[in-house]
């Protein structure tokens, strides 16, 4: 089982983002079962925002694999307030596929593309349009030791919003984002693992800086027969 938070503040506006992912196998690690539940500030108001329940699958590899490819399949539940910014007031779909790939002896990289559809996406005056989104990931991942590595990300999206009845705006975002995380393992099993990062913006996302947490909890959910 996987605990997962993390908290990123914009550094130029009073913004901030905490989300909680609770993950379980279902019932071996072929299969993922989880939940992500979020907390927003935006535009002066704290609030819920949108739920995600999520399926991931082990399509290809493992963790020891030179190549693995992981699907995500989530529903989007709309426990945020569109009126307050934090949500998008309409159940919605989400699919994404990692792929990870062991490039030397301490470097891996990791690929990510996915889309998200929200019908009927409500903005604050109650207008309904359906807005879509896609986004693309790439980084790259020096394992400076077995406990310590050095991330380089970058992320791409276009997404949309509703812009008047039946009407969008689309907007562009790319950020890039240097990074460490570090592990701290226990002879039961736990593994914490702890990180941060510096994202910044390029390109239509120019001038845009922020920092981000990450912290992780994972251990075995049961003890292996005659154990």
């Known amino acids: 089982m996987q605990h997962i938070q993390t908290f990123s503040r914009d550094w130029n506006h009073d913004e901030w983002l905490y989300t ?3 993950e379980w196998p279902v019932p071996g690690l072929a299969h993922q079962l989880s939940y992500t539940l979020a907390y927003e500030r935006t535009g002066g108001v704290s ?3 949108d739920m995600l329940v999520n399926y991931r ?6 963790a020891e694999a030179k190549v693995a490819c992981t699907p995500r399949l989530s529903l989007i539940l709309p426990t945020g307030d569109p009126k307050a910014g934090t949500g998008n007031g309409s159940v919605g779909v989400q699919a994404e596929i990692a792929v990870s790939t062991v490039l030397g002896k301490r470097w891996v990289a990791h690929t990510n593309v996915g889309g998200t ?4 996406a409500r903005d604050a005056a109650g207008q309904k349009a359906t807005t879509r989104s896609v986004n693309l990931g790439q980084s790259f991942i020096w394992q400076t030791t077995n406990r310590f590595n050095v991330m380089l990300e ?3 999206s276009r997404s949309e919003s509703v812009a008047g009845e039946g009407r969008t705006a689309r907007q562009d975002s790319f950020l890039v984002s240097p990074g460490i995380r570090w592990a701290y393992n226990y002879p039961s099993g736990l593994q914490i693992v702890p990180g941060v990062a510096f994202p910044f913006g390029v390109g239509p996302s120019a001038g845009q800086k922020s920092v981000f947490f990450y912290l992780s909890f994972e251990g075995p959910v049961w003890k292996p027969r005659g154990s």
């Open 47 to 49: 609030k819920p925002a």
């Open 117 to 120: 559809v929200v019908p009927s």
């Open 154 to 156: 970058s992320v791409w």
């Open 20 to 22: 909680f992912t609770q």
């Open 57 to 62: 699958y082990q399509l290809l590899g493992d």
